[in-house]
């Protein structure tokens, strides 16, 4: 059974007030014995309220970092959506939110470029502009970059095939390579992409990439 310390000091301190029983000389043993026994009672009360009061700070604090983990992780994603999707609004707010985050210093970049990559998008081309942001009506504009508007699954088939007819000889190797320029002159440069690939078949997956 616990002891109520707080009770117990007010009780023996109202005990010492009573205790009529003082010597010729003022002073009273019991009263004192009762005095000191409430001032261990009521540094005790006091030890288990600041503990208390500790403790709920604890609680409070690992409350507010999961919060602010789960807030980061849900921020993360609506970014990387946006960016992945491709939509000249919600692609633009979407970096918007990114810079107001970096200048609030509340970067996020680590959880966004997480969720593209794990979804099967390059981060790099996730940043780059999409083709319908960019003005058409300026001849001397530069070539808007497409690479992330291509399909994920349009992107790999072209990357498996041009490595590989890249890797051969004679006419295929020069039609691959004909084909990856055409295809980077038009704004999908898949040189990086095709590059890993090479270097998959040449050398083997590396190790620390997942396996699918």
Same mark, same amino acid.
């Given at each position: 059974?616990?002891?109520?310390? !707080? +009770?117990? +000091?007010?009780?023996?301190?109202?005990?010492?007030?009573?205790? &009529?029983?003082?010597?010729?000389?003022?002073?009273?043993?019991?009263?004192?014995?009762?005095?000191?026994?409430?001032?261990?009672?009521?540094?005790?009360? #006091?030890?288990? $309220?600041?503990?208390?009061?500790?403790? /709920?700070? #604890? $609680?409070?604090?690992?409350?507010? *970092?999961? *919060? @602010?983990?789960?807030?980061?992780?849900?921020?993360?994603?609506?970014?990387?959506?946006?960016?992945?999707?491709?939509?000249?609004? #919600?692609?633009?707010?979407?970096?918007?939110?990114?810079?107001?985050?970096?200048?609030?210093?509340?970067?996020? $970049?680590?959880?966004?470029?997480?969720?593209?990559?794990?979804?099967?998008?390059?981060?790099?081309?996730?940043? &780059?502009?999409?083709?319908?942001?960019?003005? !058409?009506? /300026?001849?001397?504009?530069?070539?808007?970059?497409?690479? =992330?508007?291509?399909?994920? !699954?349009? !992107?790999?088939?072209?990357?498996? @095939?041009? +490595?590989? =007819?890249?890797?051969?000889?004679?006419?295929?190797?020069?039609?691959?390579?004909?084909?990856?320029? +055409?295809?980077?002159?038009?704004?999908?440069?898949?040189?990086? /992409?095709?590059?890993?690939?090479?270097?998959?078949?040449?050398?083997?997956?590396?190790?620390?990439?997942?396996?699918?």
């Amino acid at each position: 059974m616990s002891i109520d310390h !707080r +009770a117990e +000091a007010i009780s023996l301190l109202a005990a010492s007030r009573e205790d &009529k029983n003082t010597t010729f000389e003022g002073h009273n043993p019991e009263a004192d014995r009762l005095i000191a026994e409430a001032q261990v009672h009521a540094t005790l009360a #006091r030890n288990e $309220d600041q503990a208390a009061t500790t403790a /709920d700070m #604890r $609680d409070a604090l690992h409350s507010l *970092r999961r *919060r @602010y983990a789960d807030m980061r992780a849900l921020v993360g994603a609506h970014i990387a959506e946006g960016l992945a999707s491709r939509e000249a609004d #919600r692609w633009k707010a979407a970096l918007n939110l990114t810079k107001a985050l970096d200048e609030a210093h509340c970067n996020v $970049d680590d959880l966004v470029d997480g969720w593209l990559e794990e979804n099967g998008c390059d981060p790099r081309s996730a940043y &780059k502009t999409p083709a319908s942001l960019v003005p !058409r009506d /300026d001849p001397w504009a530069a070539t808007p970059d497409i690479t =992330a508007d291509v399909p994920e !699954r349009v !992107r790999r088939v072209l990357v498996e @095939y041009l +490595a590989a =007819a890249l890797l051969s000889k004679g006419d295929a190797q020069g039609v691959a390579q004909t084909i990856t320029f +055409a295809l980077k002159h038009a704004g999908a440069d898949l040189t990086g /992409d095709i590059e890993k690939q090479i270097s998959d078949i040449a050398l083997g997956r590396d190790p620390s990439d997942p396996p699918f």
